[in-house]
């Protein structure tokens, strides 16, 4: 059974760092591209970075690029985010996920809150 678990959310000030992380089991994660998406509310979900299986990073938004760390530890069968000057606009629910067997899978989600 595929699951995926988030964690290290909260309410962080504007300017502030978090480390998401997302646990898996119940698939070759190794082997597996991962990605992290987020959801503003009233907005869409949308693809904030991808790494494959060998550590070749992608970040889809420009406004994270410099700002937030896609990583993986295989060890740990972990996915990490790292976020770094976090923006009142970065505030949503993040999503780590996989596709596994042509399957896309989701995490139940973090709340990050960028306020003062």
């Known amino acids: 059974q595929v699951q995926l678990v988030e964690s290290g959310g909260g309410l962080v000030q504007p300017g502030g760092s978090l480390r998401l992380s997302c646990t898996t089991s119940?698939?070759?994660?190794?082997?597996?591209?991962m990605s992290w998406y987020r959801q503003a509310p009233g907005k869409e979900r949308e693809l904030v970075a991808t790494?494959?299986?060998?550590?070749?990073?992608?970040n889809y938004v420009d406004s994270m690029k410099g700002r937030f760390t896609i990583s993986r530890d295989n060890a740990k069968n972990t996915l990490y985010l790292q976020m770094i000057s976090l923006k009142p606009e970065d505030t949503a629910v993040y999503y780590c996920?996989?596709?596994?067997?042509?399957?896309?899978?989701w995490g139940q989600g973090t709340q990050v809150t960028v306020s003062s």
């Open positions: 790494i494959t299986s060998a550590g070749v990073t992608v």
């Open positions: 996920s996989a596709v596994v067997l042509l399957k896309r899978y």
């Open positions: 119940g698939f070759p994660f190794s082997s597996d591209t």
